[in-house]
């Protein structure tokens, strides 16, 4: 039987609940900032699988025995498109997630909608023969999820407005390098008035192509900030969390794109750390 400080463990879950969302949100994949021909519609059917025992604050571990354990699908339908007749590339979208969290520390359960985002991303270079691709996006967040202020991953009740500005480029025949810029800026808690600090984010992905239909790629994931205060006491210290990647995706034909990813946790200053996470993502384009 797992042994925990109570105390300990309350203020773990309290910050949980507010540091959460993280957990499930889509983050940028390999390739995901490749614009593609206009006309092409996508259909992406994500699930996740996040375990996690340990819950930091402010550097410090404050649980040890959460046992959390999710079960999270996401739907993402995607459209490129013109741009209102400029020439540029866009690709308007909504990203549904929806799922199951059990926390073992408390015996609680929550399953049901999350907040659904949409949005899209404006290509400015968009270079399919030379490998290069440089696009701007938006993302608003609106708290449609079920089990508001339950500590449910998928809901955080609270408006959320992210930018992004993602750059592809070829390094070599076979070598790719990602990187995408990330700043995401929230409403206050609709229920609690609790505020939260702009949260950054920076995503690297280093991919070798084995052909135009198959690769393999190494991600490295770090945020910064997101602070939160209520009344100006602090629910959550500012993060510093750091996380590590590997990713497989083939062609199973020229419409079906099979993507495979396991995602580790190195440091986390803020929020549950992420001891495994494995994901599968379909795609299909027509």
Known sequence: ????????????????????????????????????????????????????????????????DLDLDMTVGVLRLIHFTDFFGTGYTWDPQIVIPFGQQDIGATHTKNSGLGDITFGGTLWTIGDLERNEHLGWSVFFT??????????????????????????????????????????????????????????????????YNFTQDTYAALTYRHNWGGRETLDGVTLATSRDNGTVGFTVATMVNKQLQVMGQVMHDTSVREGVKIDNSLQFRLAYFY
């Open 1 to 64: 039987m797992k042994s925990f400080n109570a105390p300990a463990l309350a203020l773990g879950l309290t910050l949980f609940g507010a540091t959460c969302t993280a957990l499930a949100d889509v983050k940028p994949d390999p390739g995901d900032y490749i614009a593609l021909p206009k006309g092409t519609d996508v259909v992406v059917l994500y699930q996740q699988n996040p375990r996690g025992d340990k819950v930091y604050s402010g550097g410090k571990k404050v649980a040890d």
């Open 142 to 207: 609106a708290p449609t999820g079920s089990d508001k202020n339950e500590g449910f991953a998928l809901s955080n009740n609270r408006w959320a407005v992210d930018f992004q500005v993602g750059y592809i480029k070829g390094l070599t025949e076979r070598i790719t390098w990602d990187v995408i810029a990330e700043a995401e800026f929230y409403q206050d808690q609709r229920s609690t008035d609790a505020k939260k600090d702009t949260l950054l984010q920076l995503h690297n992905h280093l991919r």
